[in-house]
């Protein structure tokens, strides 16, 4: 780990911290988190995956504008190997400013600017399908992230977000997301979102992918929840489109094949005990069940099966700073176990 980057973190933090004192709040932050992964088929390794990292940075909130910074590193054992060389690993995980506008008494606006994530999953496992890479399975998959702006009008307990985003430094390939996000004065939470790769075709000959989501959380007693996502995946059909053409540019992923719809859906339920015996052993057991139409056709492989269903069931204890997660989970198929633990200790 090169001293130097974290000399000029931690000056950089200070800096920030005397400078915005004077009409805002800043804080540190961080966390140090520990993951294992286990697959019961894989009997070449104790482990199936396992890292430590920490993430550090700071927060700044006032009444017109918030910020985040956040760094996230990694040792270099844990699979940094380039050119045959192992380094250190330090990613710029997060960075967003959000200016914020008052239009009244219940109508607000904000403009966000800068690399976030997007994250609706619950126990961590499923969901998220406007953003989510279907091929992607296992535990704790949030990294959703976005380089964006976006801007955003709050209306009472609506949200309602736009966000254009961009993949590369000319902004020639990107996509548009909508979000809107419905509470109610009852334990009932909606979304509902949109996503394109809009962007790819002002200068690509490229095929548009449509992506749409719908969320549902409800709280049927306090600690008794019940949530579900069902998404569409579709990549249009275009005949006149050249793919051997010198700005063509292939789709993302290789299972957005024009005519393709995909269906993906899920169904979880959350208990979370607050008193008694019960909240001492657990924060939250959460059970999950997915369902992704033709799952085969997303790794286009003829040597393996997945199975179009898939489940997980987790368990979360929260104790003082710091968080246990345990997660078993179903893998290729719905026999083939998995396991998973994390640890995440906040300091700050």
Same mark, same amino acid.
Request: hydrophobic residues 35%; glycine residues 6%; negative net charge.
């Given at each position: 780990?090169?001293?130097?980057?974290? %000399?000029?973190?931690?000056?950089?933090?200070?800096?920030?911290?005397?400078?915005?004192?004077?009409?805002?709040?800043?804080?540190?932050?961080?966390?140090?988190?520990?993951?294992?992964?286990?697959?019961?088929? +894989?009997? +070449?390794?104790?482990?199936?995956?396992?890292? $430590?990292?920490?993430?550090?940075?700071?927060?700044?909130? &006032?009444?017109?504008?918030?910020?985040?910074?956040?760094?996230? $590193?990694?040792?270099?054992?844990?699979?940094?190997?380039?050119?045959?060389?192992?380094?250190?690993?330090?990613?710029?995980?997060?960075?967003?400013?959000?200016?914020?506008?008052?239009?009244?008494?219940?109508?607000?606006?904000?403009?966000?600017?800068?690399?976030?994530?997007?994250?609706?999953?619950?126990?961590?496992?499923?969901?998220?399908?406007?953003?989510?890479?279907?091929?992607?399975?296992?535990?704790?998959?949030?990294?959703?992230?976005?380089?964006?702006?976006?801007?955003?009008?709050?209306? #009472?307990?609506?949200?309602?977000?736009?966000?254009?985003?961009?993949?590369? #430094?000319?902004?020639?390939?990107?996509?548009?997301?909508?979000?809107?996000?419905?509470?109610?004065?009852?334990?009932?939470?909606?979304?509902?979102?949109?996503?394109?790769? %809009?962007?790819? @075709? @002002?200068?690509?000959?490229?095929?548009?992918?449509?992506?749409?989501?719908?969320?549902?959380?409800?709280? $049927?007693?306090?600690?008794?929840?019940?949530?579900?996502?069902?998404?569409? @995946?579709?990549?249009?059909?275009?005949?006149?489109?050249?793919?051997?053409?010198?700005?063509?540019? @292939?789709?993302? &992923?290789?299972?957005?094949?024009?005519?393709?719809?995909?269906?993906?859906?899920?169904?979880?339920?959350?208990?979370?005990?607050?008193? #008694?015996?019960?909240?001492?052993?657990?924060?939250?057991?959460?059970?999950?069940?997915?369902?992704?139409?033709?799952?085969?056709?997303?790794?286009?492989?003829?040597?393996?099966?997945?199975?179009?269903?898939?489940?997980?069931?987790?368990?979360?204890?929260?104790?003082?700073?710091?968080?246990?997660?345990?997660?078993?989970?179903?893998?290729?198929?719905?026999?083939?176990?998995?396991?998973?633990?994390?640890?995440?200790?906040?300091?700050?």
């Amino acid at each position: 780990m090169k001293l130097t980057k974290i %000399a000029c973190t931690l000056i950089a933090a200070f800096m920030a911290s005397t400078a915005f004192a004077v009409d805002g709040d800043f804080a540190l932050k961080g966390n140090v988190q520990t993951q294992v992964t286990k697959s019961i088929a +894989d009997e +070449d390794n104790n482990f199936s995956s396992g890292w $430590i990292r920490a993430n550090v940075g700071g927060q700044y909130k &006032s009444d017109n504008l918030d910020g985040t910074i956040m760094l996230r $590193i990694f040792a270099p054992e844990f699979g940094n190997n380039i050119d045959g060389t192992k380094y250190d690993k330090i990613l710029a995980d997060l960075y967003w400013v959000n200016y914020k506008w008052g239009l009244g008494d219940k109508d607000k606006m904000n403009l966000k600017i800068g690399r976030w994530k997007t994250d609706w999953s619950q126990s961590t496992h499923f969901g998220t399908y406007v953003d989510k890479d279907l091929t992607k399975r296992g535990l704790w998959m949030r990294d959703y992230s976005h380089n964006a702006l976006e801007l955003g009008w709050i209306h #009472g307990l609506n949200t309602l977000n736009l966000m254009v985003a961009t993949k590369d #430094g000319n902004a020639n390939q990107g996509y548009v997301r909508i979000e809107d996000d419905m509470k109610f004065t009852f334990p009932l939470e909606l979304k509902v979102a949109y996503r394109s790769n %809009a962007v790819d @075709v @002002v200068q690509h000959s490229a095929y548009l992918t449509h992506r749409i989501a719908a969320y549902g959380s409800y709280n $049927i007693v306090p600690i008794f929840r019940v949530y579900g996502e069902y998404a569409c @995946v579709y990549t249009q059909e275009d005949d006149e489109l050249n793919t051997e053409a010198s700005n063509y540019l @292939v789709p993302e &992923s290789k299972y957005y094949k024009p005519g393709e719809y995909y269906q993906p859906f899920y169904l979880g339920a959350d208990f979370a005990p607050s008193t #008694g015996i019960l909240n001492t052993l657990m924060s939250n057991l959460m059970v999950e069940w997915e369902y992704i139409n033709r799952r085969d056709n997303l790794y286009q492989v003829t040597e393996q099966t997945y199975d179009d269903w898939a489940w997980t069931v987790a368990w979360v204890k929260n104790i003082g700073p710091s968080k246990l997660q345990f997660s078993v989970y179903s893998e290729n198929e719905m026999t083939d176990v998995g396991l998973a633990f994390r640890l995440t200790s906040t300091i700050k």
